[in-house]
């Protein structure tokens, strides 16, 4: 599968039309926001504006640029993502304020239907080897470079793993955000 590069995905608005986000990649490849399986986009924050509502929807946002923003969930619990590339889960019915740590921030999230999958992202730093396994859907590359049979990755561009290509090489100081989705059975 080529390289998906974040420049050449359109920017969109956010399903309350609050901010901008640029879809990267859905399951299936046709759907829309209310049957996709899976979604990863890489979302602009540069207002305090509250996060959409996605009933049924479990999320995963990282701080990919910025001083990031504290997150108010259901005016109780309130998470400081303000740590670059450090994953956070929550529940895309949730009512989330936002409070900016600093000026605009881009994130990378991945919504994953509950009733069907299950999801997750990891941060990868080590250099050398990545293999992935079959859950992975994508990788994206949020620091330095990694190396794909298709060719480099740089910062901003995501890979989808195929059977014949399953690894990629670290180079040092990259970062691997690694998306993993599983199908409940």
């Not at 979302?43 to 509250?50: F, K, N, R």
């Not at 901003?156 to 691997?176: E, I, K, T, Y």
């Amino acid at each position: 599968m080529p390289i998906i590069r974040l420049d050449d995905c359109l920017a969109k608005p956010w399903k309350n039309g609050l901010g901008r986000t640029r879809e990267i990649a859905a399951h299936p490849s046709n759907a829309g926001m209310d049957d996709f399986l899976w979604r990863i986009s890489v979302a602009e924050v540069d207002s305090a504006a509250p996060f959409s509502i996605f009933p049924g929807i479990d999320r995963v946002i990282t701080l990919l640029d910025g001083d990031g923003f504290s997150m108010t969930l259901n005016g109780e619990r309130t998470h400081a993502l303000t740590t670059p590339c450090a994953p956070f889960a929550f529940a895309g019915e949730a009512q989330v304020a936002v409070a900016l740590a600093g000026g605009p921030t881009r994130d990378f999230n991945l919504m994953v239907r509950r009733s069907q999958a299950r999801g997750d992202v990891r941060a990868c730093r080590d250099a050398g080897p990545l293999t992935v396994d079959d859950a992975v859907v994508l990788v994206y590359c949020a620091r330095g470079m990694i190396d794909s049979a298709e060719g480099p990755l740089r910062a901003g561009d995501a890979w989808r793993p195929s059977p014949h290509a399953p690894l990629l090489v670290m180079q040092p100081d990259a970062v691997a955000l690694v998306a993993r989705v599983e199908v409940a059975t």
